[in-house]
Each structure stands twice: as structure tokens, then as C-alpha cells.
């Protein structure tokens, strides 16, 4: 079956300073999308990557999806405390018995400290 | 306006009842969903409907049964419950090929 690994679990920033979530993918994909949880909150919808080596932006967030579609990454500028969370990525696959099924990363927690 | 709501936010109930969480999405999507998040904050999809249609049943005990009576309504029901079914049970929705999926606030269950 689809693996994935989000990596790393745990991400402990000092306010300012920049870092990286990873996301892969045993299999080809065909979509990666990318949420925000903030504590005892919900999952919130930041954006979807579809293109192969596709980059997109969002303020300080960077997002890009691998040229095999097989791995993408979110990094944050200039941390906050405001991007205290977990951050997960979830993956859509190609394959028919996967239609319209999500698989989520196990999240990267961040933890900002001012 | 809420656009994707559940009810109840927190269910303490004990072992051996029977509880329903209802959801309900004011964005015209034709898609809904129940995921699971355990305390560990692992995602679990557990079923989603299409236009009111089963389209994925994950590996859930039987005791578990979702019903949408229509595509803007999406409710879990649970018979006997165990301790471990304690986790946030979340409702989403979204259009299907188009787009993120949008959670319900969460339902928080604890099971005694």
C-alpha cells in the first residue's frame, strides 16, 4: 500500500528563525495538499499542488511539490508565534481504489518560542 | 455563518451506549467526509459520501454507521461504544477533484 512519511515529527523554533517540513511519498502522486491545525483547533485547507516542481507562495510560506510528484516541502520564513501548530501534508493518489482518498502525514508539531 | 458545523463539540458518555454526531455544510459541496484523530493527532479517514453515495468505507467497526440524508448532511452514528473510540471525530466536506477539504469544528469524545 501508499506510504507516506512527514518529517520531522516534532519542530522546536526560536521566533524569527526560518524552517522545513518534508512530505514523501512511496508512490507516484497526484495531488499534495497541505493543512494547518492550531492547538485544540481543526484542520484548515492551505493549498494544493498538483504540477510536477511546482512552487507557490503564501506570505512567509513557501510551498513545492518534487519533480517525480513524490515528495514536497513547506517552509516557513521569519517565524511567528502565530504558526504554532501541527502541519500536515495529505497525499492524492492515482491509482482507481484511491479516488477521491486523502492519506494524511502524521504532522510536524511546531513549537515557537518567542 | 459556520460553514462546516457539528454537533455535539463534547460527548462524555460511557462504555456500552449508543451516541449519533451530526454535520452540517452550508458550501454547496458535494462531498463529506468523517476522519478520526487519535491522540496521538494521526488522521484517519473513516467514510465520505458523494451525493448522498458511499464512495469510500474504510476498515471501521461495524458499530460504526455513517447516513447522509442528503448532500448538505452527513451523521455518525455509534453503537456500543468502547474506550477506544475516544478522539476528535471531524466532518469535513469539499468538491470532489476540486480543491482542499474544509473540517467541521470537531467532535470531542471520551468514553468512560
Known amino acids: 500500500g501508499q506510504q507516506v512519511m512527514q518529517i520531522p515529527q516534532y519542530q522546536h523554533v526560536q521566533e524569527g528563525e526560518d524552517f522545513t517540513t518534508y512530505c514523501n511519498s512511496s508512490?507516484?502522486?497526484?495531488?499534495i495538499q497541505w493543512y494547518k491545525q492550531r492547538p485544540g483547533g481543526h484542520p484548515v485547507f492551505l493549498i494544493q499542488l498538483v504540477k510536477s516542481g511546482e512552487v507557490k507562495k503564501q506570505k512567509r510560506l513557501t510551498f513545492q511539490f518534487g519533480e517525480a510528484k513524490k515528495n514536497s516541502s513547506l517552509h516557513i520564513t521569519a517565524t511567528q508565534t502565530t504558526d504554532v501548530g501541527t502541519y500536515f501534508c495529505a497525499l492524492g493518489f492515482m491509482t482507481t481504489d484511491s479516488w477521491g482518498k486523502l492519506q494524511f502525514g502524521a504532522g510536524t508539531q511546531v513549537v515557537v518560542t518567542p | 455563518d459556520t460553514a462546516v458545523s457539528q454537533t455535539p463539540k463534547y460527548l462524555v458518555t460511557q462504555m456500552g451506549n449508543d451516541k449519533s454526531i451530526k454535520c452540517e455544510q452550508n458550501?454547496?459541496?458535494?462531498?463529506m467526509y468523517w476522519y478520526k484523530q487519535d491522540s496521538k493527532k494521526f488522521l484517519k479517514i473513516m467514510f465520505s459520501?458523494?451525493?448522498?453515495?458511499?464512495?469510500i468505507n474504510e476498515t471501521v467497526p461495524n458499530r460504526f454507521s455513517p447516513k447522509s440524508p442528503d448532500k448538505a448532511h452527513l451523521n455518525l452514528h455509534i453503537n456500543s461504544l468502547e474506550l477506544g473510540d475516544s478522539a476528535v471525530y471531524f466532518c469535513?466536506?469539499?468538491?470532489?477533484?476540486?480543491?482542499?477539504?474544509?473540517f467541521g469544528p470537531g467532535t470531542r469524545l471520551l468514553v468512560l
Open positions: 508512490t507516484t502522486l497526484s495531488n
Open positions: 469535513a466536506s469539499s468538491q470532489l477533484g476540486a480543491g482542499g477539504l474544509y
Open positions: 458550501l454547496g459541496h458535494d462531498t
Open positions: 459520501y458523494n451525493n448522498k453515495e458511499l464512495i
